[in-house]
């Protein structure tokens, strides 16, 4: 913590349904003297013990403020988070801030509020904090037949499921395996193998009932330079052999890979050369199960100048339009940039151009998906007639999404 005379805040996250709610009352009934203000999305998802509510306070915050007898106070935000925050801290004096993050959003855009807009000068984030339902995350992971593949927030909000999950356990600092009587010790351990894979370095929690321990809850956990497995995975690779990405050999080297007891393995593909946008679409929008969660770059012909990010979770899986190549820009602004950025991965021929892609999963057949993948390796500049990838920044082409159909019953499911 810094020595600025800030606020700590604590953001959580999880899934509905996972056990948030239950954990902000265990917060709140063994708060031990802290005054903690818990600001939610919503009062009527929270469910406070009701002999913890003592009078309405005075104090007007987004409609809704409730004042415990413990001297806790729980927000209903209907407001703006940055104007609720600044706000609050202005109008009362606590020791820590919680933020319940929406169920179908991740903690990490929520806590970044607090380093980048002005309530950095009255908050510091000690923690970001991810419970998971452990039984619907072995079934969404591990083969199983899970009750929910769309994930709806209670204004109507959907993602899916999968996707969902792997993101809140990557910005995750403390990750809460919530609901450990629902799994046996397998599959738990599974569990637990995934999202250590997922979320390297974070801690790891079981619980039945949300019960985690007050001080670790609230501990000054956050590292905002926490590796992300796909990243880490990149990075290791980068670190083994950095020629192995100039030419079109795939390096596999089962020291450097991330294998786990229960088969949880990732590999690089990476090859200078753009994919074939049809082909690609049809291998990327149609992975193996095996595979929980892959993400990279993407060159892709007939829009060669466009950076692409790929990403998938489980059955979701999409390609996002970023920014040009610096190999398509003016040669003096590709000077500037590479001054900036030594250690950019550059090829004397193609520049940043290049294929990068990370799978992360549980026995990932990689010489298959690999031989799939090369299939469709084209030589730079060869025209195609697939135009449907997107070129403006930020558009998104869905590859491939869990079927909706059963999402009225889905978002019914909501302890």
């Known amino acids: 913590m810094t020595s600025r005379n800030v606020t700590p805040v604590t953001v959580l996250g999880g899934s509905l349904g996972a056990g948030k709610t239950t954990l902000l009352n265990h917060l709140l009934t063994n708060a031990d003297g802290r005054e903690i203000a818990v600001l939610v999305n919503d009062m009527g998802e929270v469910n406070v013990d009701a002999e913890l509510v003592a009078d309405e306070s005075e104090l007007e915050l987004g409609g809704g403020v409730t004042e ?20 609050l801290a202005q109008n009362r004096s606590f020791d820590h801030l919680v933020v319940e993050a929406s169920g179908v959003s991740e903690p990490g855009p929520v806590a970044r509020l607090f380093v980048t807009s002005r309530a950095a000068a009255m908050y510091d984030v000690s923690g970001l904090v991810t419970v998971v339902d452990s039984c619907l995350f072995a079934d969404t992971f591990d083969g199983g037949d899970p009750e929910r593949t769309v994930a709806e927030d209670a204004d109507g909000t959907v993602r899916p499921l999968s996707d969902l999950l792997v993101e809140q356990v990557e910005s995750a600092d403390l990750v809460v395996l919530n609901k450990r009587d629902l799994v046996t010790d397998a599959e738990v351990a599974q569990v637990r193998e995934v999202v250590e894979t997922l979320r390297p370095g974070a801690d790891v929690v079981e619980t039945t009932h949300s019960t985690v321990d007050v001080d670790l809850l609230l501990s000054d956990v956050h590292d905002p ?17 950095e020629d192995e990405s100039h030419d079109h050999h795939s390096h596999h080297d089962d020291a450097s890979h991330a294998e ?112 799939a993948l090369d299939d469709h390796v084209l030589e730079p500049g060869t025209d195609v007639a697939d135009t449907r990838y997107p070129t403006e920044p930020g558009d998104e082409l869905v590859l491939a999404e869990p079927s909706k159909a059963t999402t009225q019953a889905e978002s019914a499911v909501n302890q």
């Open 68 to 87: 415990l007898s413990n001297g806790c106070i729980c927000c209903e935000l209907q407001d703006d988070l940055e104007t609720a925050v600044v706000r």
């Open 225 to 241: 330079d926490a590796p992300v497995g796909w990243r880490a995975v990149l990075d290791e690779e980068d670190n083994v052999n």
């Open 260 to 371: 786990a007891t229960y088969g949880v393995t990732s590999f690089v593909y990476r090859r200078r050369a753009p994919l074939d946008p049809e082909g690609a679409a049809e291998v990327l929008g149609d992975l193996p199960e095996s595979v929980v969660r892959a993400k990279g770059s993407l060159w892709v012909a007939g829009a060669e100048d466009v950076h692409y990010t790929y990403s998938q979770a489980g059955p979701s899986a999409y390609v996002t339009a970023g920014g040009p190549w610096i190999a398509s820009l003016p040669e003096f602004e590709q000077d500037t940039y590479r001054r900036n950025h030594p250690d950019l991965d550059w090829h004397d021929e193609f520049g940043d151009r290049r294929t990068e892609l990370v799978f992360i999963g549980r026995d990932v057949d990689e010489e298959a998906l690999t031989a």
